[in-house]
């Protein structure tokens, strides 16, 4: 690991707006809840936001370098947002920007998006962005709007909480549609080209760095969002979708075949 990341790594166990719990994705039996559960008022209480029970808490998973979080909880200051993701020295960037502008509704998590429901008690979340997601495209469990993370998602989330997706995958949007489809759940809305179709404003006013990578190369950005109910058996789709033609940074098809499920 390079110093400068080690750097990173040792300022982030500095900042008050980040927790850090990475148990291993080996090994044992389940891990017991963290100790944050149902702490979130009085974490954002610390940071300087005038909380109260009732204020919407908002996760974005897998939040790389926080740029959605960060512009989330600019425009929003009515709300709560935590980035979540693993990699800490992308994190490092969103978590000191928010602390350099005074963003008291902005926070941090890092940890593994499979331990979410031991971070949250049952109804403290109200919604969950995922944005640019990995379309796993070789495997299903991994993809985070597979029937694998939804079941995680709606222990955390308030019955009928959303679920936002923004991505460039076809894949991910397709399958996402399919899930939703294979579960007899109607998105709330969706679009194939937010740049060129009506849509809510503030999906086009936050945009990342890997987002404008994609429309440099003329890859339209798709976005949905649906209500995640808590009752009901969440199955998988059984449809064969074409797999996305290319191949970007840390991205690759991994798959000789042209379809996936």
Not at 197 to 210: A, G, H, I, N
């Amino acid at each position: 690991m390079g110093h400068g990341k080690l750097a990173k790594f040792a300022e982030m166990e500095t900042f008050p707006n980040v927790v850090q719990e990475t148990p291993s994705l080996q090994g044992g039996g389940p891990l017991p809840p963290s100790p944050m559960q149902g702490q979130w008022v009085d974490f954002f209480e610390k940071l300087g936001t005038a909380c109260t029970p009732s204020r919407a808490l908002v996760l974005e998973l897998g939040c790389g370098r926080g740029e959605y979080t960060v512009g989330l909880a600019r425009r929003f200051p009515e709300k709560n947002f935590i980035g979540v993701d693993i990699k800490g020295a992308r994190m490092w960037h969103g978590a000191r920007q928010a602390l350099e502008e005074r963003l008291a509704n902005a926070a941090f998590l890092r940890t593994h998006i499979e331990f979410i429901d031991r971070f949250f008690k049952p109804g403290e979340v109200a919604e969950i962005w995922l944005t640019f997601s990995d379309p796993q495209m070789k495997k299903p469990s991994k993809r985070l709007t597979s029937s694998f993370f939804l079941e995680r998602y709606r222990r955390i989330l308030a019955d009928g909480g959303l679920v936002h997706l923004k991505t460039d995958s076809n894949f991910l949007f397709t399958y996402t549609l399919e899930m939703l489809r294979a579960n007899h759940l109607e998105p709330e809305f969706q679009t194939d080209d937010i740049y060129n179709k009506p849509c809510d404003s503030v999906l086009r006013e936050v945009r990342t760095y890997y987002e404008q990578m994609w429309l440099d190369r003329g890859i339209p950005i798709k976005y949905l969002r649906f209500h995640l109910p808590q009752e009901g058996t969440l199955v998988e789709p059984d449809v064969e979708i074409p797999l996305d033609e290319y191949r970007s940074y840390n991205r690759h098809k991994r798959s000789a075949k042209e379809t996936g499920r």
